[in-house]
């Protein structure tokens, strides 16, 4: 006792800290109230909860044993501030641990006088320490909570464009579906409708006429329908592939035929390489591209148009393509030809329009046939469109 008091005498010209440290301690008792009336004061009173549990934890191990640096049991008071609640809890933890440090376990205890010089320097840096420490921890809490809160919002976007984009998707449909299917039963209602009331007194050319009629609309509307059924298998991943050894020549004849059956008025050419191999598809599924491709062509090339269907054999693939020496594809659709619903203007003496869906649908296909397809205009002269098919050959068994 007598070491200490006489040790005091000297501590008059460091007690002067002793007015800074209220004053640090003013000023971090202080720091709630200018977060705003609004702040939540539970952070503040976990953290310091949190210095008053490492005090005690101090003050029983040194109880126990003399251990040096027990005082990094503050800085675990204020990393747990710092990363349970942020910076500002973290620095009153440090300057409550600034405190408690220099009140409870600095020479002469119980006041915030300091008697040595080292010791004035250890307190401050514990103090340095430990507001450093507080705001790299809070600066990393801080960061991983914009980072959460970007994924978070990230996530509502993408959700939102999703539901927005299925929102789009479903009305278009709905749009053309409304669209394209008034108007093959517009026809098919008018005339059924003469054949009930004037059927007994209609001639025999005008009857037939007009059942042919019903019969070409119907089979447009079953091309429709079948359309939109493969849409959603494709998109659905659950196309079914029956695989067949196919001759490309006969497929060309039943596209053309099928393409005049329905009333096409263009003129039709027909072109396969000597010797091409058959090809390994779906019979079904590629009399639809043909179709899709072909009704396109008689839609947008003109009444008068030529359409050319070739095929040929490369090393690697089996090349098809549809032409016709219409006006062509704007360039502006053109990147846009084999997305969902897209339509290219209507011109003079197009045949109608239709769904949409056909050159995607064709497309589909022909990707699930590990090919692939592309669209070229204009062909030549400014003029023409081309469409181009490539299917991987495979070897016929024998």
Same mark, same amino acid.
């Given at each position: 006792m007598h070491a200490m008091a006489e040790a005091r005498p000297p501590s008059s010209a460091l007690g002067r800290a002793h007015p800074a440290a209220r004053r640090l301690a003013d000023a971090v008792r202080g720091a709630p109230r200018r977060l705003g009336a609004g702040a939540e004061a539970w952070p503040f009173v976990w953290s310091a909860a949190a210095v008053a549990l490492a005090t005690l934890a101090r003050l029983l191990l040194t109880s126990l044993a003399r251990l040096p640096n027990v005082s990094m049991v503050f800085l675990l008071a204020v990393l747990f501030a710092a990363a349970r609640f942020g910076l500002w809890p973290a620095l009153l933890a440090s300057g409550l641990s600034f405190l408690a440090y220099n009140f409870f376990f600095i020479e002469p205890l119980h006041t915030f006088s300091v008697a040595e010089a080292h010791e004035l320097l250890a307190l401050f840096v514990l103090l340095a320490v430990a507001v450093l420490t507080s705001a790299i921890a809070g600066r990393a809490r801080d960061q991983a909570r914009t980072a959460l809160e970007r994924a978070r919002l990230a996530e509502e976007v993408n959700t939102a464009r999703a539901a927005a984009e299925a929102e789009r998707v479903r009305n278009t449909l709905l749009v053309s579906i409304s669209? $394209? %299917?008034?108007?093959?039963?517009a026809s098919i209602l008018g005339a059924a409708t003469s054949l009930i009331d004037y059927g007994a007194r209609l001639p025999e050319p005008a009857r037939r006429d007009l059942l042919a009629q019903v019969k070409d609309e119907a089979e447009h509307l079953d091309g429709m329908v079948r359309n939109l059924l493969a849409m959603t298998r494709v998109e659905a991943g659950g196309l079914e592939i029956n695989r $067949?050894?196919? $001759?490309?020549?006969?497929? %060309? $004849?039943?596209?053309v035929a099928m393409a005049k059956r329905r009333g096409a008025t263009q003129s039709f050419q027909v072109a396969v390489e000597p010797g091409l191999p058959f090809a390994a598809a779906d019979p079904i599924l590629f009399d639809q591209v043909l179709a899709n491709l072909i009704g396109n062509a008689t839609r947008y090339a003109g009444l008068a148009a030529s359409i050319v269907l070739r095929a040929r054999a490369d090393s690697d693939a089996i090349a098809l393509s549809v032409a016709d020496d219409g006006p062509g594809i704007p360039p502006a659709v053109l990147p846009h030809v084999f997305d969902k619903f897209v339509r290219a203007p209507r011109r003079a003496g197009? @045949? /109608?329009?239709?769904? /949409? &869906? /056909? &050159? @995607?649908? @064709?497309? /589909?296909?022909v990707e699930a046939h590990r090919g692939s397809i592309a669209a070229i205009s204009p062909v030549a002269n400014g003029r023409g469109t081309r469409f181009e098919i490539r299917l991987p050959v495979e070897e016929r068994p024998r």
């Open positions: 669209h $394209d %299917f008034r108007t093959p039963l $067949d050894w196919v $001759d490309i020549r006969e497929l %060309f $004849d039943r596209a197009d @045949a /109608g329009e239709g769904s /949409g &869906l /056909g &050159l @995607a649908i @064709a497309k /589909g296909i």
